[in-house]
Nanobody
Framework: QVQLVESGGGLVQAGGSLRLSCAAS????????MGWFRQAPGKEREFVTG????????VSVDSVKGRFTIARDGAKNTVYLQMNSLKPEDTGVYYC?????????????????WGQGTQVTVSS
């Protein structure tokens, strides 16, 4: 079992920045893919960006490329999501997820472990 705890959400003006953290516990995630998903009000939960822990390979959706960066800290078993140049359309609940994988799944049903979510609100 893997437990994931997110933190770092909040309210920010458009153009601002936030850094989300996802602390993993319960077992090592060195063979895992870590993903960040978000769910806007009335919409499906969508993949935003992900990282393969072992290879450090990352992938992001086009809408966040150049603005969001995912990174890991092996010593802390923590994944971070640095979000810059935030836009109102980035508003939503952000979830951290983990899956045993050699790649970086983009489908939410491939991630068995989820955090509780953290709210990000970007005002215009």
């Amino acid at each position: 079992q893997v437990q994931l705890v997110e933190s770092g959400g909040g309210l920010v003006q458009a153009g601002g920045s936030l850094r989300l953290s996802c602390a993993a516990s319960g077992r090592t995630v060195s063979n895992f893919a870590m993903g960040w998903f978000r769910q806007a009000p009335g919409k499906e939960r969508e993949f935003v960006t992900g990282l393969n822990w072992k290879s450090s390979t990352t992938v992001s959706v086009d809408s966040v490329k150049g603005r969001f960066t995912i990174a890991r800290d092996g010593a802390k078993n923590t994944v971070y999501l640095q979000m810059n140049s935030l836009k109102p359309e980035d508003t939503g609940v952000y979830y951290c997820a983990a899956a045993t994988s050699t790649g970086i799944p983009g489908r939410r049903d491939l991630y068995p472990y989820w955090g509780q979510g953290t709210q990000v609100t970007v005002s215009s």
